[in-house]
């Protein structure tokens, strides 16, 4: 269990925490100094046969309020100070504030200073705190009178704080492990050491890692948890990591970054958010106000966009997208504080709805429609009421990782929802049953439509299958439809076009005679197919005539134009793109290059080049540098006839 502090200061945080546990959490020297806590201090508190608990001393002085906010998200639970003598102060209500907009809901409250006043002190103190407590998450916590001076009512609660983690019901260690580093240092002969909270998941001695920030990949080298040497770190552990790895660099580690494994996204500027005025407020939280953001220990800045409003009124939640001026990094759910310009006053906070805003239109009905789908803390009704209501259907990646849910999580998920998943360039994408028969249903009207205007010809490229229907998707979505409805066998794949099974264009009269002659020439060649003026020469036409038949020919999906004199079989593409796969499959790094495919299917290096970028048009391979990438099968890509 880890446990913050809070309340005003010099209330006696410090020093109780160091009368609970034996050990002083001011470690500078200029904490010493003053006699005053200003950053994050760290103590722990073994238990007999059970987890040790840690303590997170947190600042209680208004200038260092940023601190304070750095070491209590994460948190299971709040130890809140008030001194007898002095009662609820300003920090002990902003501190309150704080802690009820991020939803923290246990904790105790130490009444310190006893040995200073009478009881009829304590039980008007007592009751101020009751009142001032009330109807907020921590209502009707256990008030204990203890003096750290004397030791009066220290055991009673030691008592309750070990009998509270030992009730704790355990953290879900579910999700990629995500760790917000709130300190970075160096150990003599172990090298650069990171500690924080540990949000989620799970991590092992020797297992790769990222700093999210400052965009390293690391390796864990050694563990401490909550204090002690571990093979593992976990959800709802105090963790130091020893890092490792090339180009490790703990100047570019900051506070606030983030230790991650797994698929998380990058730091986001922009995050759509649940946020909660604070009642105290003298006047509405306006579109477009400049902001202080505290999300796990990060802190930056940034404007409120206020959705589908022009301000939320104190006390009330709406709503909104913070435009940040640094990334962070940031998952579903994760709580986050805002303050004003200044730095000087709370104003609000809330929940991370979702990473992934569209550059327009962050206040569309369907966009504010899919922000209340997405705030359900359930993910599998989340996703079913997400894949009724797209019908451009749900980017799923972009759903795990907002939700930081693994691999693991998604397969689980999507045996129990129902649903069609289509696999496509820029991510896979998640229909209902009843949307995805829509999208069939619309697919065919439109290819219809399209054969009843052009009766000539085979139908429309997969890249423009949704044209009419519509559906606005990217064209990398449409090509993975189109393919996916081939399977289904509802449309024909042919040549580089598609169409209804029921629609068979042909070539008629001289048309159809002079593809008979050509037609052999383009199979005897074997994988390098002639050019324009050979073919010409060897019918004995004029190439002009022949290219105007090759683009006719190439209508009815029965030749392929790669270049501008160069046209191939169906066929004979979809065993070059074979050929492409095999060598992708052969080397080292999965690269396609002219060098590898020339030698592979001896066309040469110039028809090599054509070839294969003619496939990068139609996106079975995607350039990467001299290289080419395979981003779906050659079945797919190319009919084999």
Not at 501 to 507: A, E, G, M
Not at 620 to 633: A, K, L, Q, S, Y
Request: proline share 5%.
């Amino acid at each position: 269990m880890i446990i913050a502090t809070a309340g005003h200061v010099d209330h006696g945080k410090t020093l109780l925490i160091k009368t609970l546990t034996g050990i002083d959490t001011d470690r500078l020297p200029e904490e010493k100094k003053r006699n005053l806590t200003i950053d994050l201090g760290f103590a722990y508190l073994p238990l007999d046969g059970a987890e040790t608990i840690g303590f997170i001393d947190v600042p209680g002085h208004e200038r260092f309020i940023r601190n304070m906010l750095c070491g209590i998200t994460g948190i299971d639970f709040v130890l809140f100070i008030i001194a007898a003598d002095d009662g609820p102060m300003p920090q002990t209500r902003e501190h309150l504030a704080i802690l009820d907009l991020l939803g923290v809901s246990r904790g105790a409250i130490a009444l310190t200073k006893i040995d200073r006043i009478g009881e009829e002190r304590a039980a008007e103190v007592t009751e101020n705190i009751e009142l001032l407590f009330a109807d907020t998450s921590l209502d009707k916590l256990p008030v204990f009178p203890v003096s750290a001076v004397t030791g009066a009512g220290i055991d009673n609660l030691k008592d309750h704080l070990l009998a509270a983690a030992t009730d704790l019901p355990p953290r879900p260690v579910t999700g990629n492990f995500r760790l917000a580093i709130d300190r970075s240092f160096d150990v003599v002969g172990a090298g650069l050491v990171v500690t924080g909270t540990a949000f989620s998941g799970r991590v092992a001695a020797d297992e790769d890692a990222r700093v999210l920030g400052a965009d390293m990949d690391v390796r864990i080298r050694g563990i401490h948890a909550q204090n002690a040497r571990a093979v593992s770190g976990c959800a709802g552990q105090r963790c130091a990591l020893n890092l490792a790895g090339t180009g490790l660099d703990k100047g570019l580690i900051e506070r606030g970054d983030w230790v991650v494994t797994g698929d998380l996204p990058a730091p986001a500027h922009k995050l759509d958010i649940r946020l909660r005025v604070l009642k105290s407020e003298g006047r509405p939280l306006a579109h477009w106000t400049p902001v202080h953001v505290h999300l796990g220990a990060a802190e930056t800045t940034g404007r409120v966009a206020i959705l589908g409003a022009t301000k939320i009124a104190p006390g009330e939640s709406g709503l909104a997208q913070i435009v940040l001026d640094q990334p962070v990094g940031a998952v579903h759910g994760d709580g986050l504080i805002l303050r004003d310009q200044s730095a000087q006053r709370t104003l609000g906070g809330g929940r991370v709805i979702d990473l992934f805003p569209p550059a327009r239109g962050r206040a569309k009905p369907d966009r504010i429609a899919f922000l209340h789908a997405m705030e359900d803390a359930d993910d599998g009704i989340a996703l079913s009421v997400l894949l009724e209501e797209m019908s451009n259907g749900l980017h799923l990646d972009r759903f795990a990782a907002t939700r930081n849910l693994t691999d693991a999580d998604m397969a689980v998920l999507t045996e129990l929802v129902p649903m069609k998943s289509v696999r496509t360039e820029i991510g896979t994408l998640g229909f209902s049953e009843e949307r995805w028969a829509a999208v069939r249903t619309a697919v065919l009207e439109a290819l219809a439509a399209w054969h009843k205007k052009s009766p000539d010809m085979v139908g429309p490229g997969e890249n423009r299958i949704l044209a009419g229907t519509g559906i606005r998707l990217p064209s990398e979505a449409a090509v993975a439809i189109a393919a996916e409805l081939v399977r289904e066998k509802v449309i024909v794949k042919e040549g580089m076009g598609v169409r209804l099974p029921s629609h068979q264009p042909s070539l008629h009269g001289a048309d159809a005679t002079n593809w008979k002659k050509i037609k052999p020439l383009l199979q005897n060649e074997g994988l390098r197919s002639p050019v324009i003026v050979a073919i010409a020469q060897e019918i004995g036409s004029d190439p002009r005539k022949v290219e105007s038949l090759l683009v006719r020919a190439g209508r009815h999906g029965l030749v392929i134009r790669i270049a501008k004199n160069r046209f191939y079989l169906p066929e004979t593409l979809r065993k070059l793109a074979e050929i492409a796969e095999t060598v992708s499959a052969d080397v080292e790094d999965g690269m396609v290059t002219a060098a590898n495919f020339r030698d592979a299917t001896d066309i040469g290096r110039n028809v090599a080049i054509e070839v294969l970028e003619f496939f990068d048009k139609v996106k079975f391979t995607r350039r990467v540098g001299d290289g080419h990438e395979v981003i779906r099968p050659a079945e797919e890509a190319f009919s084999s006839e």
